[in-house]
Every structure is written in structure tokens, then in C-alpha cells.
């Protein structure tokens, strides 16, 4: 099947881009000593998460118990679970997980972890955890301080845990080049710090666990890290194009669209909203357009509405009604999620059709 | 079953809340001589388009024709579909349903209407038509002129299309009260100047559709509209209460969501990231803030990462992992396409869970 006989909108994913994406991530991580534990937030796809493991990961990373399970279904059977899952319902859960897969869940309290430890005792069972520790962004994580410390210390002697070690996630080194390279001095002091206070207290850390996308190729200068869980690499966006990790032509999810309107001078209105593409403002610089239109930098997506993107269109542009766009969204992760299916490209070519899975699995 | 029982994050629909919306407004329409033609987009379940044809809709709205497919099948069997829609796919489609519900199309270009008429002449059905005039939000509509005119003189003579009138969407006119007192004014000369072009060439317009829910209770102060198609006043939403149209006690979906981290010095981490609650940002003031934490105005909804809302809380707060919250989001469309499902509650007891039907119908 060609592309032109998709009906628009459709996401498409050029296979031999993301191809590339998971090979070169995959060499870094192996030229640098580093485990790579792909967050699989970004496409929700078992295929795609059988084919990071099939370059080198020994398991995966999601944030929701339902994305756990749908993969652990697929046969991805190591997963860790970078959220601080709370409540009966989801530890007896997990503890369920744990009996067909191998399964680790990052946390920051010790209420998460005794819940945890219960279930996997009533179970028989062992659940694995890492601590996380907070060195900038203050979303999740501990304070690199003493009582932090003596909360590890209890968490540790927990029953029917694993302790693997500890999470970071240094979601607040973005930015471009430059403003990375003033901010992993002042990370590595952090880190530094953190690691005498466990070095004091005896607790060992045979993993350290950290890595984003857009920092993910500098993740060798991280002191200490062993480990990273960058999730947009596989496809690329114009979020990390504008950090300067990736350029478009490492970006292998567009969105084919169609333009539908072009009564309104000046403007062409293509149908993808944000149902379609997500609202999500770009993470850096002005902060404005939804999108970039392939091969068409003349063409601004500068609003959405549900259903129509709005393009500011040069005065006298050759576009018409019925023809196709393609769009490379801000922020990848939230555009996948709205769609139940995506399609597998090479060139024009449609190669499959997969089912995001583990869409909608929200507890 | 008990909100306590449910697993979170969870969409909550207070069936009395939205009961009283839906009344309120079939009332209004009643009064002021309106068709309601409510937009599903907002809710997407079949369940509560029923409902809103018992109020006194004579058929409903969408934006997507696979929307419309679903609706037909659930016996909603009258259906505008308000978009432009583009390609012999969607045509033949548009022409298959025609055979088993009553379905019109808005569009503004001569090829969507002649493709349509095409498909309508080869299945042997009728598809009804309405024009789409631009009246300030420049997304779809022809011009006010004279050479819009002419299209529309083109398209009334195309076959196996019943001209039924004219769309308008008066998206532009928002805001506050005191914005839209303003507004409603320079609405109406465009739209006497519109009414005069179409009279002059002696184009009938039996139906001349507008409205928004920000404006929807002013919508008889708008000249010649005939119908309106209000789709958020169903839940309301922060938008909504910002736009002085619905109060939070009017807003009928909460998202039910769990404190999963406290670690970090005043903030509170919640389980509804922009995966739950959608990313879009305030349409009015300050753009602030991405929901609204019931009975908890000190709470600032200030960031939202996928999976996590970043509450900023008060220094001292009685506020621990676990508790749970509930959340207005800023714009309920969007946050309700996000889940496959939604829970119909009555206090704090569940009484129904619905599926979100027609989400994720993209094509």
C-alpha cells in the first residue's frame, strides 16, 4: 500500500529513521558502558519495545502499571516502573506482575515501599526498587539531605523487596548545548553529594539510574550513572531538534495531513488539531507553533484548534484544498497517545500497521 | 460502588451536575425558539447524546465523520458533521451512512460540496449541505463578498444535495461578559451584511447555525441564528468559569486523582499529568494553571508532566501520599479524549461506567 491511499490524519513512523534512532542510542550506550532501559512512554508499542531489547536493553521503562502489564502480555518480561504507584489495588497488582516478569518500581516514600513489600510477601514474591532522589527538577524524589538517608535506610531492611539502587531524572538539564554545558558542572556536584551521603551510610548502589533525551548522548559525563531511560529518541520531535540532540531528518514520526480549508486569506487549516498532534507548547526558545511542516519551513502552525491546525501561509502559496502535509509534532509522547494505531513507512511505501497497546492503560 | 473503590486517576461525571446543564440549556433554546444541535466532541459517548435528545435535540454534531459512524450505530440518527471533509474515502463514507441515518455536511470549498454530490448521486442517497461563513475566527469559512456568493449559487445546484443554510462559528466572540458586550455588536453587522449578500441572490437560508458555549445563554441576541451547537456546556470546565458562563458548582466532570510524592519541600505530585487532563493551557487571562483543585483553591495546578501534576501547596499542608483530590480540568474536550472510559457517579457512589465510544475515531 502507498501512503496516498491512507486517509488523513494518520501517524506514520518511517522505519528506517526510528531504525537508526534505536541503533545509534544502542552504540552510545555500549561504547559508554551504560545499561539502556528505553522509556516506552514515548510510543506505548510492543514491537517497537521488542526491537529495543532485540539492540541491547535488558528490559524496558514505563510509568503506569496497565503499561507494564499490556508489555509484560507481549513477552517484554523486565520492566521497570519509574512511578511511585500508591495504593492497595496497584501493589497487589504489581505483585501479580512480578510472578511472569521481572519487575523493579522506582519510589520516594517509605509508605510506597511497606505497601509494596506487603503485597510481594502475601504474594511470595520479589519486587524490585530504586529510590529516587531529586537533584533539580522537584517533581519526585528525596532531598539530598540526612533524613533522606535514614528513609533508605528503613526501606532497605523491607521484606520481599529487591534493592537495585537509585533514580534520577535530570528533566531540568535541557536546553540547548550551551546551557547543558553550564548545567552538568553544577548536576555532578549534586550527584557527588549524594553519593557521599549513601557512602556514609553504607548503602550500596549498584544502580544509578538516570539519562533524558535530550542530554542522553552526554550521559557518560553524569558522574556515577550506570544507567539512562531516555523514552523521544526512538522517534525525535521538534522539542529535541530544538535542543540541539537531533535535527529533523532524525525525526521519524510525522503526521499526514490533509488541508481541508483555505477560505480564510493568508491561512490553510489542515485536520490535525490538537486531538491529533497534542497542545503541547515547544519546550524551549519562544515557545511558539505547534509543529514543523516538512519541506515547508514557510509554513507557520501557529494555533490549533480540536480538530483544525492553523497554518500562516505566505501570500500567494501553490496549496490547495485536498492537498497532503506532513508534521512533525513538538512533543511526540502525548501525540502518540491519542491515536489507537499507527503506520510503518519506508519511503511511500506502507510496510504495517501497529496498535499502540499500551494507550489508554491510565492506572 | 464507592469512589473509594475506584482505581485513579479516574474521570468522574456527577450525573446530577451535567442533568442540570443539559435542562438548563434545552430550556433556554425552548424559550428563545433555537434549535440545539449539541457537539458531541466534548463527550463522545453515545449514552449522553441519547440523553440530549430526550432534552429536545432534534439530532446532534461532530467533527469527525468516524465519530458520526459510531453515533449512528448507538441510534443517534441525525448527525451534522461540522467539518470539511476532504477525499473520495470520506465521501463514499458520508454516502454509506446517509443510507441509515439523516447526515449533513458544513463545508466552504465548491470540491468538498461536488465530491459529495458525486458519492451522494452513486449510492443514491442525500447528503445535506450547509456553507461555512468566516465571521472573525479566520479557521474555515468563505469570505462576506460577492465571490463567496457565487459559490454558493454553484454549490445549491450541484445534485443529491439537500442545501439546508449556513454555519457560522462564532469562536472569536469569548471572553468575559464584559468582552462579549462588546462583541455581539460587530457580530451582527457582519452578519446583516452577510444576510443582505445572500437575499440579494436570492439564497434561502431555513437554517442559520451558530453558537459557543462561552456565548451560548446570549445566543438569541445574535441576528438570524436559527440553531446552536454548544459541545462543553454538557461538563463546563475552567474554561468555561473563566469565560463567566458556568460557576465550578456547574462543572460536572472532575478527574479523580491520588498524591503520589510529597518529597519535594511545598509541592504535591498527583497522578494526572497531560495524559489525563490534556495539556491546553487557559484560553483567557493569565493562562495559568493547568485545572482547578476542588475545594482547594490554595492549591496551584502550576506544571503538568505526562504522568504528574506539580501541585504548589501551602508551607504547613495536611497533605500526604495518598490522599486523593479532584480536579476540574481547564478544557474537559480534550482531557475526556484522553480516556476510554468515564464513571457516572451521584455523590460519592458510582453509579454507571460508560465507554467513551467514539474517541479515537480520527479518520
Not at 50 to 79: F, H
Not at 218 to 242: A, L, M, W
Request: with cysteine.
Amino acid at each position: 500500500m502507498n501512503i496516498q491511499d491512507l486517509d488523513t490524519p494518520a501517524i506514520l513512523i518511517d522505519f528506517d529513521t526510528m531504525d537508526r534512532n534505536l541503533r545509534r542510542m544502542a552504540t552510545y550506550c555500549a561504547a559508554h558502558n551504560l545499561t539502556l532501559r528505553p522509556h516506552t512512554k514515548t510510543h506505548k508499542i510492543p514491537e517497537i519495545a521488542r526491537l529495543q531489547m532485540q539492540y541491547g536493553a535488558p528490559g524496558i521503562t514505563v510509568a503506569k502499571l496497565g503499561e507494564a502489564e499490556v508489555m509484560a502480555d507481549a513477552g517484554v518480561n523486565d520492566v521497570l516502573i519509574v512511578y511511585p504507584l500508591w495504593g492497595e489495588m496497584k501493589w497487589k497488582r504489581v505483585a501479580e506482575l512480578a510472578k511472569r516478569a521481572n519487575v523493579s518500581v522506582a519510589m520516594d516514600s517509605f509508605h510506597v515501599a511497606e505497601g509494596l513489600s506487603q503485597a510481594a510477601k502475601a504474594a511470595g514474591v520479589e519486587i524490585g526498587i530504586r529510590l529516587e532522589f531529586d537533584t533539580g527538577l522537584r517533581r519526585c524524589g528525596l532531598t539530598l539531605d540526612a533524613k533522606s538517608i535514614g528513609i533508605a535506610k528503613k526501606i532497605i531492611e523491607l521484606p520481599g523487596l529487591r534493592w537495585e539502587g537509585i533514580s534520577l531524572y535530570p528533566g531540568h538539564v535541557m536546553g540547548n548545548r550551551e546551557i547543558r554545558e553550564l548545567d552538568i558542572p553544577l548536576e555532578n556536584a549534586k550527584l557527588d553529594r549524594l553519593y557521599g551521603l549513601l557512602d556514609s551510610a553504607g548503602i550500596p548502589c549498584p544502580v544509578v539510574s538516570g539519562g533524558n533525551t535530550p542530554a542522553a548522548f552526554e550521559s557518560h559525563r553524569f558522574h556515577g550513572v550506570t544507567e539512562i531511560r531516555p523514552g523521544t529518541y526512538v522517534f525525535n520531535d521538534r522539542n529535541t531538534v530544538d535542543a540541539e540532540s537531533a535535527s529533523y531528518a532524525d525525526c521519524a514520526v510525522t503526521v499526514l495531513t490533509t488541508v481541508v480549508s483555505t477560505s480564510v486569506p493568508r491561512r490553510a487549516i489542515i485536520d490535525a488539531g490538537s486531538k491529533t498532534l497534542s497542545a503541547d507548547a515547544l519546550l524551549s526558545g519562544d515557545r511558539k507553533y505547534f509543529g514543523y511542516v516538512q519541506g515547508h519551513p514557510e509554513f507557520k502552525l501557529e494555533d490549533l484548534s480540536e480538530e483544525h491546525g492553523h497554518l500562516i501561509i505566505p501570500e500567494s502559496p501553490a496549496i490547495k484544498v485536498g492537498n497532503r502535509l506532513r508534521v512533525i509534532p513538538n512533543h511526540v509522547c502525548p501525540c502518540i497517545n491519542l491515536h489507537d494505531r499507527v503506520f510503518v513507512v519506508e519511503g511511500d511505501q506502507v510496510l504495517n500497521e501497529w496498535k499502540v497497546a499500551a494507550r489508554g492503560k491510565v492506572t
